[in-house]
């Protein structure tokens, strides 16, 4: 099974929310199952993006699921779809790098960051989710602070993230799935393994 049929049905056992099948349908029409995860760390390759997603799915339910207390749904939209905002976000072009051997100049590709819709990194997720369905408050709050401290907008202060971690264990869980899955996990690499 490859990786787009492995989320596929990741998706379809355990999302059954009203306009979920909408939202499936949906991203083939981005490139949200070939984007790389990031520009040139975690899955900065083809196909990055679905993968990571996969991992951060994963690591959150291996390390974190409690089956009195979670939601197998709230889980699968959370670690499939924290990073939606990634899609169309990435575009791959070139750039001139000196090969260390020869001396000579070649074009190398790279995926250059042309964000269409500015609108930040968790929100921009939760916004894109809600344009099919509604997310429960802890699975937007949790998707909304899932960068952590690497969120822009906790860089100047304030206590939100703070406070969504105090009254949502789900936001807590997701950030530590993805920090596991990106830091311990995926290396930077230029390849994917389908």
Not at 16 to 42: I, M, Q, V
Not at 124 to 143: C, D, G
Request: net charge neutral; hydrophobic share 40%.
């Amino acid at each position: 099974m490859n990786l787009k049929d492995e989320f596929i049905n990741i998706y379809k056992k355990n999302i059954k929310r009203a306009g979920s099948e909408d939202l499936l349908k949906w991203l083939p029409t981005t490139d949200f199952f070939t984007a790389p995860a990031s520009a040139k760390y975690h899955c900065a390759c083809e196909g990055g993006l679905l993968l990571h997603s996969l991992n951060v799915y994963k690591v959150l339910n291996e390390r974190y699921f409690d089956s009195e207390t979670d939601s197998a749904e709230s889980f699968a939209i959370c670690g499939l779809l924290h990073d939606l905002c990634k899609a169309q976000f990435y575009k791959l072009t070139t750039r001139n790098v000196k090969n260390e051997v020869t001396g000579v100049w070649e074009k190398q590709p790279f995926y250059m960051i042309e964000d269409s819709f500015p609108y930040g990194h968790g929100e921009k997720s939760v916004f894109l989710i809600e344009r099919f369905m509604r997310l429960k408050t802890s699975e937007a709050m949790a998707i909304r602070w899932h960068m952590g401290g690497f969120d822009d907008s906790v860089k100047g202060g304030g206590f939100s993230m703070s406070l969504a971690f105090e009254k949502f264990p789900l936001a807590v869980k997701l950030h530590m799935a993805d920090l596991e899955a990106s830091y311990l996990r995926e290396k930077r690499t230029s390849e994917v393994a389908h």
